[in-house]
Antibody, heavy 121, light 107 residues
Framework: QVQLVQSGAEVRKPGASVKVSCKAS????????ISWVRQAPGQGLEWMGW????????NYAQKLQGRVTMTTDTSTTTAYMELRSLRSDDTAVYYC??????????????WGQGTQVTVSS | DLQMTQSPSSLSASVGDRVTITCRASQSISNHLNWYQQKPGKAPKVLIY???SLESGVPSRFSGSGSGTDFTLTISSLQPEDFATYYC?????????FGQGTKVEVK
């Protein structure tokens, strides 16, 4: 069965960086893209970006361009999301999500358990 | 980015009520519209994909409709386990976006 297991909670000071990992199993890693979605406390879902696990191509949300980098390691079937120059409003739960293609419509189908990132001085 | 406007942001309803949530895209997205349900402390799960296709295991009281820019999620008879937050999400653009969410609360 498809599983996405994320790294544990992180606490960072403003201005620092954080790198969250997402270990995938139960499917051919390079066949599917991975999106990252975050959710600030009491707020809605925010799509952050996407990476092709095969090619490494990326698309990032405009507001995060320049601060976020998504990568994959096909040898360990792990995806990574690094966010730099952290601010207090980056405090959120971060999810990795494996996509599925239903007749050309991409669905955010399999979700990791989430990683709490707290930015506080 | 393509914007998704969801309404209402919250609603109060009783068990057995018919509930309708709408989602409007800032430009045509064909049928590339998905709906998710999220309960507190949990990751979202897919309810409906490609506008109207029910994900396996989702009760038939959930349905989706629409095309182009206007979409609807309907719960025909609200059950206790349906009190949750619902999000629409477009995947027409490479930059995927969510609606703001609709919290369905007990009346």
């Amino acid at each position: 069965q498809v599983q996405l297991v994320q790294s544990g909670a992180e606490v960072r000071k403003p201005g620092a960086s954080v790198k969250v990992s997402c270990k995938a199993s139960g499917y051919t890693f390079t066949n599917y893209g991975i999106s990252w979605v975050r959710q600030a406390p009491g707020q809605g879902l925010e799509w952050m970006g996407w990476i092709s696990a095969y090619y490494g191509d990326t698309n990032y949300a405009q507001k995060l361009q320049g601060r976020v980098t998504m990568t994959t390691d096909t040898s360990t079937t792990t995806a990574y999301m690094e966010l730099r120059s952290l601010r207090s409003d980056d405090t959120a739960v971060y999810y990795c999500v494996r996509e599925a293609d239903f007749g050309g419509v991409i669905v955010l189908f399999y979700w990791g358990q989430g990683t709490q990132v707290t930015v506080s001085s | 980015d393509l914007q998704m406007t969801q309404s209402p942001s919250s609603l109060s309803a009783s068990v057995g009520d018919r509930v309708t949530i709408t989602c409007r895209a800032s430009q045509s997205i064909s049928n590339h519209l998905n709906w998710y349900q999220q309960k507190p402390g949990k990751a979202p799960k897919v309810l409906i994909y490609a506008t109207s296709s029910l994900e396996s295991g989702v009760p038939s009281r959930f349905s989706g409709s629409g095309s182009g820019t206007d979409f609807t999620l309907t719960i025909s008879s609200l059950q206790p386990e349906d009190f949750a937050t619902y999000y629409c999400q477009q995947s027409y653009s490479n930059l995927k976006t969510f609606g703001q969410g609709t919290k369905v609360e007990v009346k």
